[in-house]
């Protein structure tokens, strides 16, 4: 597992739970399910808010990119260099629109492109045509206004690139004709750090386990609905906790709490839910943590394009 879970309070209220979200780089969906019952436009001033920045990362192979599609994942693990720890970099995903999925499967990283051009695949324009849009454009040329942001990496994949969008906001949403969707600044970091041939997994895991100290934890995120499977949550839970004790034998705490494992995934919380001996409840343990107080501005209207916003604003 990485990162730590935070709690903040508002104190400009004029921010939104996406303006959060995008702060702590995390997606639509990751700040809406830790926060339920908070308005997402009008939190309010003081509202104490759940900042999800803990995550437990996908089955291995932890080499070159990863992407989880129903958790909205993608997670970078550059080759350590030699006599460094091995590190991972983890940012949020806009995903596919129903029934326009991201292959699932190994490829790699075949061209990077700096503002890219787009012109606009004949399926896409007839969508576009039977939604009501007969004037949506047939080629974006590079600039703020290009949905393919001013970055993008092709995979293998035909016509799949993991690129930014010139529509930030949604992040974590299913958004996109198959291709993987940044936030304008995580393009901008992963694209000089990932060269070309990087090898790139596409998964289909929904539920996650995975272990700090000694505290086993569960995450469940909403499946996919292109990815239909014959497995149930519990099924899946039971084969993500096997496989991690296969990966670490003797290192997991005995017995190990199937039940509570079950009822986990059946909960399906985004946010890793503590199981096992002395696990306590998740609302317990963010009630104990000491909220620090947020204070930026609003990214504002002017951010919702595939620029990068001003350094300020992504300042911690």
């Given amino acids: 597992m990485v990162g730590h879970m935070r709690v903040i309070t508002l104190e400009n209220p004029a921010n939104t739970l996406l303006d959060i979200a995008r702060h702590y780089d995390l997606g639509y969906n ?174 289909d895991r929904p539920v996650l386990v995975g272990i700090r100290g000694h505290q086993l934890y569960v995450s469940a995120a909403p499946a996919v609905s292109d990815y239909p499977s014959a497995r149930s949550y519990g099924t899946q839970a039971v084969a993500a906790l096997s496989r991690l004790r296969a990966h670490l034998p003797g290192q997991l705490p005995e017995p190990l709490p199937w039940k509570q494992l079950l009822a986990a995934a059946q909960a399906r919380r985004i946010v890793p839910v503590p199981i096992g001996p002395g696990a306590s409840r998740v609302e317990r343990e963010l009630a104990a943590l000491r909220p620090v107080a947020y204070k930026l501005v609003p990214y504002g209207v002017d951010a919702n394009n595939a620029a990068t916003p001003p350094l300020a604003a992504t300042q911690p």
Avoid at 34 to 52: D, M, Q
Avoid at 182 to 200: C, K, M, N, Q, W
């Fill in 30 to 203: 990751e700040i809406t399910a830790a926060n339920p019952g908070v308005s997402v436009w009008l939190p309010g001033l003081g509202t104490r808010i759940v900042v999800p920045t803990e995550f437990i990362l996908p089955p291995k192979p932890w080499v070159g990119i990863v992407v989880d599609i129903p958790q909205r994942r993608l997670y970078y693990f550059p080759t350590p260099r030699p006599g460094r720890a091995a590190r991972v970099v983890t940012v949020p995903i806009g995903i596919a629109r129903r029934g326009w999925p991201t292959p699932l499967g190994r490829t790699r990283i075949i061209a990077k492109y700096r503002d890219p051009s787009w012109i606009v695949p004949k399926d896409i324009q007839q969508e576009h045509r039977s939604e009501g849009d007969p004037q949506f454009p047939s080629y974006f040329p590079p600039g703020p206004g290009n949905p393919m942001g001013m970055l993008a990496m092709q995979t293998g994949f035909p016509e799949i690139f993991i690129h930014g969008t010139d529509r930030p906001w949604g992040i974590g949403m299913r958004v996109s004709h198959g291709c993987m969707h940044l936030y304008p600044e995580d393009a901008a970091y992963l694209f000089p750090r990932v060269p070309v041939g990087t090898s790139v997994r596409i998964i």
